[in-house]
């Protein structure tokens, strides 16, 4: 997984805590066991997107990169398909700049000016 940005220094900081995803993989497993999958690759996609929002360059040398980008901007897409299957309300629950990511998540869910 990426480490910190080239050349980030927290020394300023009393306290500068780091979260990192990951699992303790056995001889016998890789990174395509399904054990090591179902464990770490949930992190692994925020991973991703943490990348891919910052616009961060690092992004292109992860595996799958491309296909990660694709299913990420097909959220009107995907709210149909949920809509047929028969799901009603999505709970999304924004961080940071509330305004900005419920701003952001109904122009990309195709909710804006309704």
Same mark, same amino acid.
């Given at each position: 997984?990426? /480490?910190?940005?080239?050349?980030?220094?927290?020394?300023?900081? %009393?306290?500068?805590?780091?979260?990192?995803? /990951?699992?303790?993989?056995? %001889?016998?497993?890789? *990174?395509?066991?399904?054990? *090591?999958?179902?464990?770490?690759?949930? +992190? *692994?996609?925020?991973?991703?997107?943490? #990348?891919?929002?910052? +616009?961060?360059?690092?992004?292109?040398? #992860?595996?799958?990169?491309?296909?990660?980008?694709?299913?990420?901007?097909?959220?009107? /897409?995907? #709210?149909?398909? #949920?809509?047929?299957? +028969?799901?009603?309300? *999505?709970?999304?629950?924004?961080?940071?700049?509330?305004?900005?990511?419920?701003?952001?998540?109904?122009?990309?869910?195709?909710?804006?000016?309704?």
């Amino acid at each position: 997984m990426p /480490g910190l940005s080239a050349g980030a220094d927290y020394r300023q900081f %009393d306290d500068a805590v780091l979260l990192g995803f /990951g699992t303790i993989m056995t %001889d016998d497993e890789t *990174v395509s066991s399904s054990r *090591v999958i179902a464990t770490a690759g949930p +992190g *692994v996609a925020v991973v991703y997107h943490g #990348l891919l929002e910052q +616009g961060d360059q690092r992004l292109e040398g #992860l595996p799958n990169a491309d296909r990660f980008r694709e299913l990420a901007n097909e959220l009107p /897409g995907r #709210l149909e398909r #949920l809509a047929e299957q +028969g799901i009603t309300e *999505v709970a999304f629950q924004p961080m940071g700049d509330i305004d900005r990511e419920l701003t952001a998540f109904a122009a990309a869910a195709g909710l804006a000016g309704r």
